[in-house]
Each structure stands twice: as structure tokens, then as C-alpha cells.
């Protein structure tokens, strides 16, 4: 079993940052791709990045274009989303979430554990 919990969120103005956190507990947790999605009222949970423990391979989503980076502290048990150069359309609730199970990493279907999200405000 693992559990998730994100914190970093908060309102921030437009071309600001913020550093996303989540921490997991679990025996086997290190061996799990670990990703973000986000999902805005009205719209569908998306991919923002993953990271795979092994090598630290990164994926992102398209809409990220540099902006974002994902890494872990594997010390601390912790993933990290670092969002730069944020705009009001990154407005979201922002989800840490694990695989065990791999597959396509981009979708949501691949994940089964998930933490409780955190809220993201850009304000223009």
C-alpha cells in the first residue's frame, strides 16, 4: 500500500512559481513511476509529468513546453514539481499519483494510487 499527500499549493500571480510537494510512504514506493496530473472545474484530469526511479527518466505534457520540472529526494521519499513562469490557464488542482502496475504512463488509467491534491491559483 501507498499513500500520497501533495502540499505547495496557493495563489499566485501570472509569470510566478511554485514547488509542488509529495511525500509517499510505502515499502516499495522507490521501485513506482511517480506523475502529476492536474484537472480544472469542468475539464478532465491531465497529464502534467512522470518521473520512472529508475535512470530518472522524465516524461511532460505538451502544454508544459520547459516550464515545469518533476524530480524526487529519494532520502526524503519526496516528488517535486517545480512550475515556472506560471499562466492563469495552469489554474488547477494538481494530483501526485503512483504506478504499480506501469503501462501508459500519460494516462490516468495507469495510476493506481493517488493523493488528495492541492490547489493551484494563477491570477492575472
Known amino acids: 500500500q501507498v499513500q500520497l499527500v501533495e502540499s505547495g499549493g496557493g495563489l499566485v500571480q501570472e509569470g510566478g512559481s511554485l514547488r509542488l510537494s509529495c511525500v509517499a510512504s510505502?515499502?516499495?514506493?522507490?521501485?513506482?513511476?511517480v506523475g502529476w496530473f492536474r484537472q480544472a472545474p469542468g475539464k478532465e484530469r491531465e497529464f502534467v509529468a512522470v518521473m520512472i526511479w529508475s535512470g530518472g527518466i522524465t516524461y511532460y505534457g505538451d502544454f508544459v513546453k520547459g516550464r515545469f520540472t518533476i524530480s524526487r529526494d529519494n532520502a526524503k521519499n519526496t516528488v517535486y514539481l517545480q512550475m515556472n513562469s506560471l499562466k492563469p490557464e495552469d489554474t488547477a488542482v494538481y494530483y501526485c499519483?503512483?504506478?504499480?502496475?506501469?503501462?501508459?504512463?500519460?494516462?490516468?488509467?495507469?495510476?493506481?494510487?493517488w493523493g488528495q491534491g492541492t490547489q493551484v491559483t494563477v491570477s492575472s
Open positions: 499519483a503512483a504506478s504499480s502496475r506501469g503501462g501508459q504512463l500519460r494516462s490516468r488509467d495507469a495510476y493506481d494510487y
Open positions: 510505502g515499502r516499495t514506493f522507490n521501485r513506482y513511476p
